[in-house]
């Protein structure tokens, strides 16, 4: 850059989890068995047996914390 130009400052945090990633898709997630829980960039939510969670290109990991497995069927569909 030339005098008095700033390039643009971008901030890359380390991810809170290392799977951390995003879809260009909107997803729908059924949990069929067991507990999990979705990481978010600020937040999670926990789920159960019988709970749906649908999202749309959000940054999300997930994690199983217990010691049971967990079952769960997403759905996929192109988000354009």
């Known amino acids: 850059p030339g005098p008095g130009i700033q390039p643009p400052r971008i901030d890359r945090k380390k ?3 290392p799977f951390m990633h ?7 997630g059924i ?15 926990h789920l159960s047996a019988g709970d749906v969670v649908v999202q749309q290109a959000t940054n ?12 769960i069927a ?7």
């Not at 069929?32 to 960039?41: I, K, T």
């Not at 999300?60 to 079952?71: E, I, L, P, Q, Y």
Request: aromatic share 6%.
């Open 60 to 71: 999300h990991a997930w994690s199983n914390r217990s010691d049971k497995k967990c079952v």
């Open 15 to 17: 991810p809170r989890h």
């Open 31 to 45: 949990v069929l068995e067991g507990e999990l829980d979705m990481l978010l960039d600020r937040d999670e939510v």
């Open 74 to 80: 997403f759905v996929l569909v192109d988000g354009e």
């Open 22 to 28: 995003r879809t260009a898709t909107v997803d729908y």
